[in-house]
């Protein structure tokens, strides 16, 4: 850049015509006049003030005639030495290296087939791809440059046009490497779109992959609790909500997700037997009477297992008695699944060379389905049933395939989450009342011809402790219950039987 404005010049004779031809008036030879810097000839010996357009140092003064070969030589502008070398010595050297070198260009369409040196010239960003005020084809860089800080140079997705461009390193196209692909395309908003509703910035999503190990804030969407974790982490186990989860392990909701595909297929989670010595199996099919355990990483790491504190000796001493017992009581087939990472792809291939595979039809199985589920909460999914249809905690045990004990524990935890309108203690009340209904069923003692309207007002007319004996004896089990002083004893019939009969 230009800093002088005005130049003092004497009279001679080599710029007499020159100036006077610009509207300066002749003093005499050797008289100093001032002259704009606009008016200057070409080749007036003159210095003028200048600044570096590039690094904005001012400079020494410069003589104007080198000035102008140099704005000439850089388009207009002025650099320092320093800035000159930097900005079109790297040009001078890329174009020698281009005369002894091959092209980007040319070298993918002699080394890869036409189709695919075709889609890496679509992705070449022109737009993007500008260095000192000149855009850059393929065919303007080596096969083996660096490009942009060394970071490579820019390249579009055709896949997804709204993806931004991404800087890619040439030598990774040539190698071959994955690198190349659009990273936007491995985002979990391409390839995990179901995590997408755990994040707290969505923006995160379009910049990480499913398997990053970033530490980003993310929250419940059942019960809006936030927490950082990794993506990795999420992806593979989960969220794992401190408040609203239901306590059963990523990979038994897993298999359990598995067997409820299985649509005709009968199943018991967390089954004892008589023999079993209060021990519990994972999953009974009672039909085809097979046992399944899913073992997950305390049965096979070092360490205490979170559940129970049993060593890994003991936890796996416990595995070989569990398996012992069953095939001493007659389990047709006992089923050990290695479950000890808790990932999708993992107990996917875990189950797929398992003998689940030979014994049942897999071809079917929605593997994602198994995760969303494993990483649902079964809390809410109870809350939801008694809420909206089944106001019965033995039909939603049924159906989820759990425990009484634990729907009512799940309902307990909705309620204080104000996702359910369940009352323990109204429900205890109902239920009272409803074995109480069940016990008014009308007897008539066949003796004295009486009619009761309940077991329990017959009983107590003949002091007996409870109206179970009648009605055993009502069913045929006893031929009598209960008798008079004199020792005459009472016979008894459902009223509805006597009525029939």
């Known amino acids: 850049m230009l800093l002088t404005k005005e130049v003092e010049v004497k009279w001679n004779s080599k710029n007499k015509k020159w100036y006077e031809n610009k509207g300066y008036k002749f003093t005499k030879w050797k008289d100093i006049f001032k002259v704009s810097i606009d008016d200057l000839s070409k080749g007036a010996h003159v210095f003028v003030k200048v600044q570096c357009d590039n690094c904005k140092e001012t400079l020494k003064e410069v003589e104007w005639n080198n000035y102008n070969n140099i704005i000439k030589k850089y388009n207009g502008k002025y650099y320092c030495h320093k800035c000159a070398m930097l900005l079109y010595g790297k040009i001078k050297e890329l174009n020698t290296k281009l005369k002894n070198s091959v092209s980007f260009y040319q070298w993918c369409y002699e080394n890869l087939s036409k189709e695919e040196a075709d889609k890496i010239m679509a992705r070449w960003d022109y737009d993007l791809n500008i260095k000192n005020g000149k855009v850059l084809s393929p065919k303007d860089v080596t096969y083996g440059s660096e490009g942009f800080n060394k970071k490579g140079y820019w390249f579009k997705c ?211 389905k198994c995760h969303e589920y494993a990483c649902s909460s079964l809390v809410k999914e109870v809350c939801d049933l008694w809420d909206n249809s089944m106001r019965n905690i033995i039909s939603i045990a049924e159906k989820l395939k759990i425990s009484t004990s634990t729907v009512r524990e799940y309902l307990k935890l909705g309620s204080e989450l104000s996702w359910c309108d369940y009352n323990g203690e109204v429900e205890a009340l109902n239920n009272i009342k409803c074995i109480s209904e069940k016990n008014k069923v009308k007897v008539v003692c066949l003796t004295t011809g009486e009619i009761f309207n309940s077991l329990k007002e017959a009983s107590k007319k003949y002091n007996m402790y409870s109206g179970s004996s009648i009605s055993q004896c009502c069913k045929g089990k006893l031929k009598s219950t209960g008798k008079f002083p004199d020792g005459t004893k009472l016979t008894w019939m459902y009223y509805d039987e006597y009525i029939k009969n």
């Not at 969407?221 to 794992?240: D, R, V």
């Not at 205490?304 to 060593?311: P, Y």
């Not at 007659?330 to 290695?338: E, M, P, V």
Request: glycine share 6%; with cysteine; hydrophobic share 30%.
């Open 158 to 368: 055709l896949g997804h046009p709204e993806h931004e461009s991404e800087l890619k390193c040439i030598k990774n196209f040539t190698k071959g490497e994955q690198s190349v692909n659009c990273n936007q395309c491995n985002s979990i908003s391409i390839t995990h779109p179901h995590l997408i509703k755990y994040f707290t910035n969505k923006e995160d999503t379009y910049k990480y992959s499913h398997g990053s190990n970033v530490n980003v804030p993310m929250q419940c969407p059942i019960c809006g609790l936030k927490k950082n974790i990794e993506i990795n982490t999420l992806s593979c186990q989960g969220f794992g909500c401190n408040i609203c989860g239901d306590g059963i392990s990523y990979p038994n909701k897993f298999i359990a997700n598995i067997l409820f595909q299985l649509e005709s297929l009968i199943f018991k989670p967390e089954k004892s037997f008589v023999w079993s010595n209060n021990k519990r199996y994972d999953f009974y099919i009672e039909y085809y009477d097979y046992v399944i355990e899913v073992h997950g990483g305390h049965h096979y790491d070092g360490g205490f297992s979170r559940v129970n504190r049993k060593s890994l000796l003991e936890e796996q001493e416990n595995d070989k008695v569990k398996e012992q017992l069953a095939k001493n009581n007659g389990i047709k087939n006992y089923i050990i699944l290695d479950c000890r990472e808790s990932d999708m792809e993992f107990i996917k291939q875990s189950v797929l060379n398992s003998e689940l595979s030979i014994l049942f039809d897999l071809s079917n199985i929605d593997w994602l």
